[in-house]
């Protein structure tokens, strides 16, 4: 049986981005840059008036008030060809206006009497004041976003600065999800007798979704060889696939004999981690295949665990692991050594230490407790029970936008 970091590891080894295409800036949000992208001018692309006022000549300011002529007007949109502040003169400007020749300093309209054919300035000017500098901001030719990089509004908003209507992203990949099981029913109908509806069909599609990757749900393959082949199959065209249920030693559990009839090469079988202990990962060719025990807070656990980490490196995202933080328990946790225990918490911040309480009942078949979470505590398989005080590895998950800062 592997560990919890082994199985990552493998899982991580395999998985790598799926290639590179281009689209326009706005799809391109909440994806990752493909390539380094270098300015190809100068930002701003000539000096120019932070403030509205008027440029002058420093050297003619020393004495205050001091009054210049006004000789100009440069508003934003024009330019400063043919236009200069001579000695004793001054030329009315907008923000963001080029500069014109001589000036050396920009003088606000609030340190000034606002004066139309002289101007009174009321302050003293320092040289170089209120004048942005060409390229001080980016210099052409540097490289201002890298490849790597997940484009959110700044990005936008810089590299529309430069022009670029198209930018390289690594592609997204299609996930197949498969659920197995005659016990299962689509959603839309009541379930009856011995049934159950696929819910994890949808929720394996909604955690698939938030990654940023395309789901595309290939429906239920019954227990059976046959249906399993026809199902996985089809599930093997995508470039990821998941199932769900039929991977324990059950002898209705097809998944990975039939995976492997198929030419599925298994990696590992079996985690040391509950819930989620019978999760399976193989490779098809290039494919990464996990299946996922069928439990529904198995199901969800083993694809955050492992299945989300190797979504957002295939989308070219370096970060993949979400960031632990540590928790101090305020209850006692029930553990056996020998694997790694995922517990959902709830969470509080006093004066800016966080703790954690159970979110209820952790057996596996509690759906409820999953949605009342708000993070996941990664207790290590060498330890046993933890006892309230004790501090614990967590990261968030789930609903945790209704953290509340406790009193
Ligand atoms: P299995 O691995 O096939 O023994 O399934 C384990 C448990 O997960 C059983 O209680 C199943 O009813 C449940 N289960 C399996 N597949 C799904 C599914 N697609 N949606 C919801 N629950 C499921
Ligand atoms: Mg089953």
Redesign the pocket.
């Known amino acids: 049986m592997l560990s919890y970091d082994q199985a990552r590891k493998v899982i991580l080894e395999n998985c790598s981005p799926a290639g590179v295409e281009q689209v326009s800036l706005l799809d391109a949000v909440g994806r990752v840059l493909a390539k380094d992208v270098a300015a190809p001018w100068d930002m701003p692309l000539w000096d120019n008036s932070a403030m509205d006022g008027y440029a002058v000549r420093s050297d003619d300011c020393g004495q205050i008030p001091c009054t210049l002529k006004v000789t100009g007007y440069i508003p934003a949109g024009a330019v400063a060809d043919g236009i200069s502040v001579e000695p004793g003169c001054a030329v009315r400007i907008m923000t963001g206006a080029p500069t014109p020749a001589g000036c050396d300093a920009v003088v606000p309209v609030e340190e000034t009497d606002d004066g139309q054919e002289t101007v009174t300035l009321g302050q003293p000017v320092k040289k170089g004041q209120h004048i942005r500098v060409r390229g001080e901001d980016v210099g052409a030719g540097v490289v201002f976003v890298r490849a790597g990089t997940i484009v959110r509004p700044p990005e936008v908003n810089i590299l529309a600065n430069f022009g670029k209507a198209l930018v390289s992203v690594y592609r997204r990949p299609v996930v197949a999800i498969l659920?197995?099981?005659d016990?299962?029913v689509e959603l839309g109908r009541t379930p009856g007798a011995g049934e159950?509806?696929?819910?994890?069909?949808l929720s394996l599609a909604a955690a698939v979704r938030e990654t940023g990757c395309i789901p595309r749900i290939i429906g239920i393959a019954r227990d059976n060889v046959e249906s399993h082949r026809e199902k996985l199959r089809e599930g093997l065209k995508a470039d990821v696939l998941i199932t769900?249920?039929?991977?324990?030693a059950?002898d209705r559990?097809l998944v990975r004999d039939v995976l492997c009839e198929l030419g599925a090469e298994q990696r590992f079988w079996k985690v040391a981690i509950k819930p989620g202990g019978p999760t399976a990962f193989a490779m098809y060719g290039t494919t990464p295949v996990f299946s996922l025990?069928?439990?529904?807070v198995s199901t969800m656990i083993t694809f955050e665990e492992f299945v989300r980490p190797a979504l957002l490196k295939m989308l070219g995202q370096q970060r993949v692991l979400r960031p632990l933080f540590k928790a101090v328990l305020r209850e006692p946790v029930k553990k056996m050594p020998g694997k790694v225990q995922i517990v959902r918490l709830r969470l509080e911040n006093v004066e800016g230490r966080w703790f954690a309480s159970s979110a209820g009942n952790q057996q596996t078949a509690i759906l409820k407790t999953m949605v009342d979470a708000q993070a996941l505590a990664v207790l290590p398989a060498e330890s046993s029970s933890c006892s309230a005080g004790d501090e614990v590895d967590v990261h968030f998950y789930g609903n945790y936008c209704d953290l509340t800062e406790a009193p």
């Open positions: 659920s197995t099981g016990e299962l159950i509806v696929n819910s994890n069909a769900s249920a039929g991977v324990s059950g559990d025990p069928g439990n529904p």
